[in-house]
């Protein structure tokens, strides 16, 4: 796999292009390598969780991250178009409370490495985008937390002019202020 890698404006976020071979019968590629995603992404990462959503045209779903049993998670997009956003939590981070926002579509096949520390979340630009996205760690809801989409000390610049479908966990989302962090 060949792979090119490039940082976000939080360093450890960093976006993944794979070479992609294509001809007339459509192409070929490589999603995952754990000897170059070792060697060129971060070393000693174990994935243990495949996640797939389906979402339509204006969902908006984060900023979500587990407290404890934290995730880090590599993300793609196999149908659509998100614009996935990550936001440094940990408090001892020169970033902290800065964001990172990056377009993810089928057609780039961007990926993207969220490591563990860091909020996650996207929304869909597309009339609809499925979305990939390995954990490191599994789910526990009792210790996921969501931060608000919007929240003006974050200050994120979504690409959109609509009010974003929100789930019922991410609406009642809290303040980056107000939210258990990373130490």
């Given at each position: 796999?060949?792979?090119h890698v490039?940082?976000?404006?939080?360093?450890e976020?960093?976006v993944?292009e794979?070479?992609?071979?294509?001809?007339?019968?459509?192409?070929?590629?490589?999603s995952?390598?754990?000897?170059?995603?070792?060697?060129h992404?971060?070393?000693?990462?174990?994935?243990?969780?495949?996640?797939?959503?389906?979402?339509?045209?204006?969902?908006?779903?984060?900023?979500h991250?587990?407290i404890?049993?934290?995730?880090?998670?590599?993300?793609?997009?196999?149908e659509?178009e998100?614009?996935?956003?990550t936001?440094?939590?940990?408090?001892?981070s020169p970033?902290?409370?800065?964001?990172s926002?990056v377009?993810?579509s089928?057609?780039?096949?961007r990926?993207v490495?969220v490591?563990?520390?860091?909020a996650?979340?996207f929304?869909v630009?597309?009339?609809?985008?499925?979305?990939?996205y390995k954990?490191?760690?599994?789910?526990?809801?009792?210790?996921?937390?969501s931060?608000?989409?919007?929240?003006?000390?974050i200050g994120?610049e979504?690409?959109?002019?609509?009010?974003?479908l929100?789930?019922?966990?991410?609406?009642?989302?809290?303040r980056?202020?107000?939210?258990q962090?990373?130490?």
């Open positions: 796999m060949v792979i490039t940082a976000t404006a939080l360093p976020v960093v993944i794979p070479e992609v071979f294509g001809d007339a019968r459509g192409f070929f590629y490589e995952f390598n754990n000897r170059d995603f070792s060697e992404v971060q070393a000693g990462v174990e994935f243990v969780q495949d996640n797939h959503s389906r979402s339509v045209h204006g969902v908006l779903r984060g900023l991250y587990q404890e049993h934290p995730q880090g998670k590599l993300v793609r997009v196999m659509g998100v614009f996935d956003v936001v440094d939590i940990r408090k001892s970033r902290f409370g800065k964001w926002g377009r993810v089928a057609e780039n096949r990926q490495w490591p563990p520390g860091f996650h979340g929304v630009l597309s009339e609809s985008a499925q979305c990939l954990t490191t760690d599994y789910w526990y809801p009792e210790h996921a937390r931060i608000v989409w919007n929240d003006p000390a994120i979504w690409p959109i002019d609509f009010e974003p929100l789930s019922a966990k991410d609406a009642a989302g809290v980056l202020a107000d939210t962090l990373f130490a």
